[in-house]
């Protein structure tokens, strides 16, 4: 009896052991900030724009917002202004530039124009970067560009997503002059001003690799790739977020508040790094305060009368 009792409980274990053993082991929770391949974490498909989106950005007007600027040069804070252009318009694809007619075919993007100027001491700088941003195909921006110029010269980079992200540059400086390499896609900077706008909820958030920048790129003259960054969003009790990227490896670190509620205009921020030269560097602190938003066609306000628009955006 004692040997059927034996091999009774020797099969019951077994039949347990190939019971469970081949069911598949539970995954655990992979937080967000713990996903080893940030490329996922970009939703491809198309999203549902809501009536009020549409009542917004297919007006046929720009929205064109002025800050005031205070922007860290050479170790000094330099006073100046910054105006964010945002508009809607049809995108080829494949040239990777506005169509001059909207066709079947073309792609909606939502454009922002970043611009910046300010005097270092003598002489001014004026800085320009482009975005395109699908507005309902989810993924990444299409294309990416930004100028810088100054007394001593100017620069220009240009990124067009392909089959990967296709960065051409040109600069002035020996060391970086006439540069052509591609780069895998991964999240871009500044193309997350233009997702806050669109999708804020697509933001990422969590430790991810991210393309900086290519204003701070040139202004800092370290190498376009992607580094680590940690990204996060946080709300505040007056109807804002806050979104900030801290990337160590540049000791840099940016913030950008806007409003929760759509259009989720954006209302300032802040970027913290080391400006200067050898031990007298240290880390300051650009600000950019939003002054004024004014909903035009700004193409159309080229005569002389409509300089009193400048006034209306504080810029004179």
Same mark, same amino acid.
């Given at each position: ?10 099969? +019951? ?5 190939? $019971? ?19 490329? /996922?974490?970009?939703? #491809? ?19 064109? !917002? ?15 202004? %910054? @105006? ?8 080829? &694809?494949?040239?990777?530039?506005? %169509? ?16 910046? &100027? ?8 004026? #800085?320009?970067? !482009? ?11 299409? /294309? ?34 006439? &540069? !052509?390499?591609?780069?895998? /896609? ?11 706008? #669109? ?5 990422? @958030? ?6 900086? %920048? ?5 202004? =800092? ?7 680590? %960054? ?19 490896? $540049? ?23 080391? !400006? ?10 650009? &600000?950019?305060?939003? =002054? ?10 080229? /005569?002389?009368?409509? +300089? ?9």
């Amino acid at each position: 009896m004692e040997t059927v009792a034996h091999f009774r409980n020797y099969f +019951g274990v077994l039949a347990a052991m190939l $019971l469970f053993g081949c069911q598949e082991k539970p995954k655990p929770t992979l937080a967000l900030h713990e996903n080893p391949n940030p490329e /996922k974490e970009v939703k #491809i498909g198309n999203r549902e724009l809501s009536p009020a989106f549409k009542a917004y950005w297919y007006n046929g007007e720009a929205e064109v !917002s002025s800050y005031t600027l205070e922007q860290a040069r050479y170790g000094e804070l330099r006073q100046g202004h %910054a @105006v964010l252009i945002f508009v809607t318009e049809p995108f080829l &694809k494949k040239e990777q530039v506005k %169509a001059d007619r909207a066709k079947p075919g073309d792609v909606n993007v939502l454009k922002l124009n970043y611009t910046k &100027k300010f005097h270092t001491g003598l002489y001014p700088y004026s #800085i320009m970067t !482009s975005t395109f941003m699908p507005t309902k195909q989810q993924g990444h921006a299409l /294309k990416v560009s930004s100028s810088m110029q100054e007394w001593c010269g100017h620069v220009y980079t240009q990124m067009n997503n392909r089959d990967q992200f296709e960065i051409r540059s040109h600069s002035y400086f020996e060391g970086e002059a006439d &540069k !052509s390499y591609d780069l895998e /896609k991964t999240w871009l900077e500044d193309e997350l001003w233009t997702l806050i706008r #669109i999708a804020p909820e697509e933001l990422p @958030v969590g430790e991810i690799q991210i393309v900086p %920048a290519m204003e701070a790129a040139r202004l =800092k003259h370290f190498e376009l790739k992607a580094y680590t %960054a940690q990204l996060s969003l946080t709300e505040s009790t007056r109807g804002t977020y806050t979104y900030t990227i801290q990337c160590p490896e $540049l000791n840099r670190n940016l913030s950008i508040q806007f409003e929760k509620a759509a259009p989720h205009k954006i209302l300032g921020w802040q970027e913290q790094f080391r !400006s200067g030269f050898g031990n007298k560097a240290k880390v300051l602190t650009t &600000k950019a305060t939003l =002054k004024k938003t004014l909903l035009t066609p700004y193409w159309t306000k080229n /005569k002389n009368a409509d +300089g009193q628009l400048r006034q209306e955006l504080l810029l004179d």
